[in-house]
């Protein structure tokens, strides 16, 4: 597969320059008896040329945190660097401009838009970047292929299927030289070997020189990842980058902040122990929201899918 992502054009120096810097992040929505605390004071950097995973519970943060990385939310404290660039303090224009520049962002919610086509929809970042219409038009037809809906360029998405306009929209973020793609559950709509194929073209993407954040439910999505962090209750409780297991998690206290807060409402209840998730309080959807432990667990005694570093390539 050799198109405009992977292309010298395309690239990103490759380095080890963080790309994305997490400082003691807090998030608070709501207020009084409706406050959540959805990121407790959250540290993360992820560096050119890394793909970094992020798992946990329904509830625990996770698209905060990938809201927070792409300057779409601010925190209530703490600092959020894009490049080396402080977010906080940015003017409106500036900070579109800084993620308009440097990110790539796929949405839960596609966000294409009705009016243009597939390669519109995919040329506009780069147009907005200020190169010519059919520079744009040529890298927006390479990255429709390098997602496998090259023949699709001319429909409207509202003439596409959920998992096609998904693609499309992928392609919108991968295309031209971002520094930093933002992932959220970018897989969802589609088969599994789609899916994979994509996970593919995000890896090579990073491999190329560019930082990827990706939340996935699927560990054998988090497996084409350098490292997976896992979050609980606006917390990180793990980041490694061998499979963890739910003993090694379970047997791990979940660090609590210095005021001491627990997070959560009742809504969202906060963990009492490492037994929690366990017990029940991990997720609002019923799951205890450990098995995608269950599944590492599994997959690193079978050894089929060789585990975070030795399944994807
Ligand atoms: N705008 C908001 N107003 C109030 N509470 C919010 C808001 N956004 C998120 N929350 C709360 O913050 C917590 C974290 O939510 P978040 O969506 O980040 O979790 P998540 O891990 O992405 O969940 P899921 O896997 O279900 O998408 C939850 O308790 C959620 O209800």
């Known amino acids: 597969m050799t198109t405009a992502l992977t292309s010298p054009d395309a690239q990103v120096e490759v380095g080890r320059a963080p790309a994305l810097e997490l400082r003691g992040v807090h998030r608070e929505h709501g207020r009084g008896a409706n406050r959540v605390q959805a990121l407790r004071g959250v540290d993360l950097t992820v ?13 625990s943060g996770k698209s905060t945190l990938l809201a927070l990385a792409g300057g779409l939310d601010t925190p ?30 796929v949405f839960q919610n596609l966000n294409l838009i009705p009016a243009l086509t597939a390669v519109e929809n995919v040329m506009l970042p780069r147009e907005l970047d200020g190169i010519s219409a059919r520079a744009a038009r ?4 390479a990255a429709l292929g390098e997602v496998g809906v090259a023949d699709l360029a001319d429909r409207f998405p509202d ?3 959920g998992g096609q306009q998904q693609r499309v929209a992928i392609a919108r973020a991968l295309v031209g030289p971002r520094g930093l793609v933002l992932a959220d559950e970018p897989t969802g709509a589609l088969d599994s070997n789609t899916g994979e194929a994509v996970l593919r073209v995000l890896r090579a993407r990073c491999d190329a020189g560019s930082a990827g954040l990706l939340v996935t439910h699927e560990a054998r999505h988090a497996a084409w990842a350098d490292r997976v962090i896992f979050l609980r209750d606006g917390l990180v409780v793990d980041s490694t980058g061998t499979p963890a297991t739910p003993e090694s998690l379970l047997g791990a206290p979940v ?4 005021d001491g807060s627990r997070g959560g409402t009742a809504a969202n209840p906060a963990s009492d122990g490492p037994n929690a998730a366990r017990d029940g309080a991990g997720g609002a959807d019923g ?5 995608e432990f ?4 599994e997959s690193g005694e ?12």
């Open 47 to 59: 560096c050119a040329g890394e793909l970094v995973a992020v798992m946990g519970p329904s509830g």
């Open 76 to 105: 209530t404290s703490g600092e959020v660097l894009i490049a080396g660039a402080t977010l906080s303090g940015q003017s409106p224009k500036a900070l579109a401009a800084l993620r308009r520049r440097s990110l790539g962002y």
């Open 138 to 141: 040529r890298e927006a037809q």
């Open 159 to 161: 003439d596409m299927s």
């Open 255 to 258: 660090p609590v902040p210095a």
């Open 287 to 291: 799951s205890d929201g450990f098995d």
């Open 294 to 297: 269950d599944e590492f667990h």
């Open 302 to 313: 079978s050894g089929e899918s060789g585990g975070f570093d030795g399944g994807r390539r």
